[in-house]
């Protein structure tokens, strides 16, 4: 089973963008997915996920009402949309597998991570 991040690049401040995670390997579309994200100098955090059983979604409180994500579970794909950037938003980002709870021991199944750098 893999996971594949892609979508980042520079952005500037107050703009958006999309990052994406392919999950292959498998058939089953029976999964949640989480975002983490890990600044320079810091450790990863947990941002927010996608529960597949009810299909809620959680988000960190600094990301809260500015990140969207979202599950294709045809395509097996899953989205992070960001809105609104921060400079402080600046990480590498990844997606991982199979749970809807803020910490990274939950998850089985790891990205490799995308950078997203919002500067002017």
């Known amino acids: 089973l893999q996971l594949q991040a892609s979508g980042g690049g520079l952005v500037q401040p107050e703009g958006s963008l999309r990052v994406s995670c392919k999950v292959s390997?498998?058939?089953?579309?029976?999964?949640?997915i989480g975002w983490f994200r890990q600044a320079p100098g810091k450790e990863r955090e947990w941002i927010g996920c996608?529960?597949?059983?009810?299909?809620?979604?959680e988000y960190e409180d600094s990301v809260k009402g500015r990140f969207t994500i979202s599950k294709d579970d045809v395509d097996h794909t899953a989205f992070l949309q960001m809105n609104r950037l921060k400079t402080e938003d600046t990480a590498i980002y990844y997606c991982?597998?199979?749970?809807?709870?803020?910490?990274?021991?939950?998850?089985?199944?790891w990205g490799q991570g995308t950078l997203v750098t919002v500067s002017s």
């Open positions: 390997g498998t058939t089953s579309d029976k999964y949640s």
């Open positions: 991982a597998i199979d749970s809807c709870l803020p910490a990274a021991l939950f998850y089985n199944y």
């Open positions: 996608v529960d597949h059983g009810n299909g809620r979604t």
